[in-house]
């Protein structure tokens, strides 16, 4: 048998009376494949009253024989349970199930609003004069609108317990193809006999409705047509306190039925608009009781669970309504109710000894930018680099260096990647770490939590984030980006001072810093502060203790080139010092290429193996020249609080790294006004870059062409090689040209 999964349970919800012989025998035969014994199959067969045979069972068992094709496993049981209404665990976003457990996770409230010691207990007070057409009438007048599908089960079957007791469990689907008004209708008609209505009731075991209206299909979760209520009850505590802590807590209480056993029936309004909704609100709610010493059956969770009708006998017992309509009028006022007494707020502190003794700021984690503790706010265009730029960041915490010019204190960083496939995120701090050209000694620094496919909204991942991080001992939290945990409308200030007040829990809880990524809003930045640069409401301007932005320069023609022969120099000098270190290069031949060329033959002349590394440089170049073209500029500005503004940054986004670059300081930012002359002066650059590279095309091939005089096609290869580009570049030249064609590996001119 699988511990793990026991199938008993679910026998509770399979009536052995309403199935055929062979069905019957496919239990046992489940049974006894899983690991049963004859006994369990015996006492489940024993539901069946009318059907059932002492020994019976034990004389079919011995026949049950495993052969090929005829073995029949749990999974029967499964799915007759299943039929019958038994739903098997679920995730977060899925159905509610019977079996699954609560998870109470809310780090921010303690929610402890009474002192239990104190409570005595509020007396039931039984009706003295019985009626159980005016119980079950009244019960269901508080809960149910005559349109509404209801579901009642009278039936029922002994079930032993461990310790030997018998509990009445309720056996069938009861009647679910019943409205309110319709119930209501025949208790009025038959006066005051409730078996014409309900059928013969069994004394001994009361009787059961659920607690949401239905479909009228099912009695299934998936059935629920209202997510209207949630039952509480509590079997560890005695009635009369069940009574008065429920009532001192003013819960929303439609009904409070006595079930004729050791707990009270509380159907409290949910009013929730969907299951999920539904279940949000009830994790709230128990968390609330808990914390009041409730303890619930969290098996109650559920939408369509039964709860005891009022109007009924159980064991002697009268189970009646003790009263409805009691606490708050709704869900929303019991929870602001609850929400004001909890608000965690500091008490008021006098100031009369501010100038008796020092103030001490909280340590600067990013000089000038950042202290630990407070929020940063990253913001730039959406494909901006910007995770490149917080990897950079995470890595300069970590090995305590620079980032875009800011010397950051070492400390340990926890990424929390909500974007990025989480081996992609790995190889690009990989990269990171390569292309800033620092050891990676500290990488130890740095833990990820990588979420993509798993994120939650913000405020249900805040209390898994702080639990998770609180023995990290993290000088920064980064969180990237956040617009994949953003709950709300993005321009509501409401709806955003919610959403940013989790950053604040974060950074109070750790003492860490938090430090997250955005998007701009839409148009042209050139305009605006970098405070109003970032997308949806002002709060996002206004929460951060420090606010980044970067924005894109424009890159004309002549800015590019001059940036391509930077990165070009930059490379030969590189190279000339890691193989002839002795070798002076004069800062002033640093951005002319053919002077550069001059230094690396002179290093390389004496080099036994020259020849090869030449070819491998001039490959490598290629590449430089070729990654230099599509670099972009951007500038990172800063609207800070606690510290003062620092003058604007600028730098190129090299994959995988920013690196500042103050030849860029004098472009100014694209803004509406010169816009469209800019966007012009833009287009003639390209089409000018178009008719040259079209040009060096024709020159190529001609030379190909003369230096083949006996007419042998050219190739894609060989033109190539001749323009110093890549095979693939050389064929996207060709096809853009309208005078030559490509075909199967050669390039021909066009007639």
């Avoid at 539904?278 to 914390?291: A, D, G, I, P, S």
């Avoid at 600067?364 to 494909?383: V, W």
């Avoid at 919610?498 to 809003?521: C, P, R």
């Amino acid at each position: 048998m699988d511990e793990q999964f026991d199938l008993r349970p679910l026998l509770d919800y399979i009536d052995p009376a309403s199935c055929s012989y062979t069905e019957w025998a496919q239990v046992g035969m489940a049974l006894k494949h899983e690991g049963y014994s004859v006994s369990d199959w015996d006492q489940w067969s024993q539901r069946d009253g009318a059907r059932y045979h002492t020994g019976e069972c034990e004389r079919k068992w011995r026949t049950f024989k495993e052969e090929a094709g005829s073995v029949v496993t749990g999974a029967t049981i499964t799915q007759m349970a299943k039929d019958a209404g038994w739903q098997p665990a679920s995730h977060d976003d899925e159905v509610l199930d019977w079996d699954s457990t609560l998870e109470v996770d809310d780090l921010d409230r303690g929610y402890r609003l009474i002192d239990t010691d104190y409570i005595k207990g509020t007396k039931l007070q039984e009706p003295k004069n019985w009626d159980p057409v005016d119980q079950i009438k009244l019960f269901v007048q508080a809960l149910y609108k005559p349109e509404d599908y209801i579901n009642y089960v009278t039936q029922a079957y002994p079930k032993e317990e461990k310790d030997g007791t018998t509990k009445w469990v309720p056996s069938g689907n009861g009647v679910y193809t019943r409205t309110a008004g319709d119930l209501l209708k025949a208790l009025d008609s038959c006066k005051g006999d409730i078996s014409l209505v309900f059928g013969d009731p069994n004394p001994a075991a009361g009787a059961w409705m659920r607690i949401n209206p239905l479909d009228g299909d099912g009695i299934k979760n998936a059935n629920v047509a209202k997510f209207e209520y949630a039952l509480v009850e509590s079997d560890s505590l005695e009635l009369e306190r069940q009574n008065e802590l429920f009532r001192k807590l003013k819960l929303p209480i439609a009904t409070l039925t006595y079930s004729a056993g050791k707990s009270l029936h509380a159907l409290v309004k949910i009013d929730a608009k969907n299951k999920y909704e539904y279940k949000e609100r009830v994790q709230y709610l128990y968390t609330v009781l808990n914390q009041n010493g409730i303890e619930i059956d969290t098996q109650d969770k559920n939408p369509s669970r039964l709860s005891r009708l009022p109007g009924f006998e159980r064991n002697g017992d009268k189970q009646f309504l003790v009263d409805s309509n009691i606490g708050l009028a709704d869900w929303a006022s019991w929870k602001d109710y609850i929400e004001d007494l909890n608000d965690n707020l500091p008490d008021i502190e006098n100031l009369n000894d501010l100038f008796d003794k020092p103030i001490h700021l909280a340590p600067e984690l990013i000089h000038g930018i950042l202290r630990l503790g407070h929020k940063m706010l990253f913001a730039a265009p959406s494909k901006a680099g910007k995770s490149f730029g917080l990897m950079q960041l995470a890595i300069a915490i970590a090995e305590g260096t620079q980032w875009n010019g800011f010397q950051c204190e070492q400390g340990r960083v926890l990424y929390v990647n909500l974007e990025i496939d989480p081996n992609s995120a790995k190889k690009r701090l990989v990269d990171i770490y390569g292309a800033m050209g620092i050891t990676h000694s500290n990488v130890d620094n740095i833990d990820m939590w990588n979420l993509r496919g798993k994120t939650t909204p913000m405020d249900k991942l805040t209390p898994k984030l702080i639990r998770r991080a609180q023995d990290g001992h993290y000088s920064a939290i980064i969180i990237d980006p956040i617009y994949k945990v953003l709950t709300g409308d993005e321009n509501s200030a409401s709806d955003m001072a919610k959403f940013v007040n989790q950053f604040d829990k974060i950074a109070t809880e750790l003492g860490s810093s938090v430090i997250y990524a955005h998007h701009f809003s839409k148009g042209a930045q050139g305009g605006k502060s970098s405070m109003e640069r970032s997308s949806g409401s002002g709060v996002f301007s206004r929460d951060p203790d420090s606010i980044l932005t970067a924005t894109p320069l424009p890159v004309d023609e002549n800015l590019r080139t001059t940036h391509v022969i930077d990165e070009e120099c930059r490379f030969i000098a590189g190279e000339i010092a890691k193989y002839n270190p002795d070798r002076q290069v004069p800062e002033a031949d640093m951005m002319n290429v053919r002077k550069m060329d001059d230094h690396l033959m002179s290093a390389f002349v004496d080099l036994p193996n020259k020849q090869a590394l030449l070819q491998r440089i001039a490959k490598k170049r290629q590449q430089v020249k070729e990654q230099a073209a599509l670099h972009t500029a951007w500038r990172l500005e800063g609207t800070l609080r606690e510290f003062p503004s620092f003058a604007p940054i600028s730098y190129w986004f090299k994959y995988p790294v920013y690196e500042v670059d103050h030849k860029l300081d004098t472009v100014a930012i694209e803004n509406p006004e010169n816009h469209a002359k800019w966007k012009k002066s833009m287009q003639e650059a390209n089409q000018s870059k178009n008719e040259k590279a079209q040009s060096e095309l024709e020159a190529a091939y001609q030379q190909l062409v003369d230096f083949h005089d006996d007419g042998a096609p050219i190739s894609i290869v060989e033109l190539a090689a001749n323009l110093g580009i890549s095979r693939q570049a050389a064929y996207k030249r060709v096809n853009k040209s309208k005078q030559f064609e490509y075909s199967s590996g050669q390039v021909i001119k066009s007639k």
